[in-house]
T-cell receptor, first 114, second 112 residues
Framework: NAGVTQTPKFRVLKTGQSMTLLCAQD?????MYWYRQDPGMGLRLIHY???????AKGEVPDGYNVSRLKKQNFLLGLESAAPSQTSVYFC?????????????FGSGTRLTVV | GNSVTQMEGPVTLSEEAFLTINCTYT??????LFWYVQYPGEGLQLLLK?????DKGSNKGFEATYRKETTSFHLEKGSVQVSDSAVYFC???????????FGKGTLLTVNP
């Protein structure tokens, strides 16, 4: 099925460990986004990309890095995980044309940092 | 900047009750407005959208009307079902900024 695929779905990390979350989309979308979802906070944008080879910071970028080497993939990295990064992470993608188009979301990665 | 304010939950209703979830927004220009739904353990799905004033978005029995004069986009359903239990997010996307701005979400629980 076409859409946005996130891997892994669950992960437990120890404080200080590193990991990479992978987002892949097969809809030829130009824009891709990483959000985190925390209770009472809604969704907050971490980083986004408007095209292959480009990335930009969102609302809460500290402690995360991203890369978009291929149009279909958007990677989110945690270099040194902290308990404050325990969250559910969602990737999304969209076309560039105009506001009326919404996003397509992945099913999320639940990350726990102990 | 852009912002979205939606009613805080949780909202608990009995099956077949009427649902309203309020959403108001602040934005420059003429944004597009969206409602997303998140079922337990899943990602967000687009429920409905409206792109200009007085447009009505509808899907699966849900409706919302873009009211520019009151900067609102309230979600309504005449008769909710247990399967509607989910978190609902109001969002906007302005003409000058392709990023979506979300409200904090409203948890709806429908009891049989």
């Amino acid at each position: 099925n076409a859409g946005v695929t996130q891997t892994p779905k669950f992960r437990v990390l120890k404080t200080g460990q590193s990991m990479t979350l992978l987002c892949a989309q097969d809809m030829n979308h130009e824009y891709m986004y990483w959000y985190r979802q925390d209770p009472g906070m809604g969704l907050r944008l971490i980083h986004y990309s408007v095209g292959e080879g480009t990335t930009a910071k969102g609302e809460v970028p500290d402690g995360y890095n991203v890369s978009r080497l291929k149009k279909q993939n958007f990677l989110l990295g945690l270099e040194s995980a902290a308990p404050s990064q325990t969250s559910v992470y969602f990737c999304a993608s969209s076309f560039w044309q105009g506001p009326p188009l919404g996003y397509t979301f992945g099913s999320g990665t639940r990350l726990t940092v102990v | 900047g852009n912002s979205v304010t939606q009613m805080e939950g949780p909202v608990t209703l009995s099956e077949e009750a009427f649902l309203t979830i309020n959403c108001t927004y602040t934005a420059t220009g003429y944004p597009s407005l969206f409602w997303y739904v998140q079922y337990p353990g899943e990602g967000l799905q687009l429920l409905l959208k409206a792109t200009k004033a007085d447009d009505k978005g509808s899907n699966k029995g849900f409706e919302a009307t873009y009211r520019k004069e009151t900067t609102s986009f309230h979600l309504e359903k005449g008769s909710v079902q247990v399967s509607d239990s989910a978190v609902y997010f109001c969002a906007l996307r302005s003409a000058s900024n392709y990023k979506l701005t979300f409200g904090k979400g409203t948890l709806l629980t429908v009891n049989p």
